[in-house]
């Protein structure tokens, strides 16, 4: 089964939110984002960072829980 790059951000979106919670999850995967962009991954940069943005959508649209 073949999943698109945008369901692929989705699932990391949530299931980060579910781990982490959406706080410390944006900050991982901006984290995430900045060591693609140092070395010089500019498309893993852009993914993380679509993958923070997708946390705060997810975010709003379901309870959260934190598993750490």
Do not use: Y
């Amino acid at each position: 089964m073949e999943i698109s790059l945008q369901q692929a951000i989705e699932i990391h979106a949530k299931s980060m939110r579910d781990r982490f919670g959406a706080e410390r999850g944006t900050q991982r995967a901006l984290q995430q984002a900045m060591r693609c962009r140092a070395k010089g991954d500019n498309e893993g940069f852009l993914v993380w960072i679509q993958v923070r943005n997708a946390i705060h959508e997810v975010a709003s649209s379901a309870p959260t829980r934190s598993l750490h």
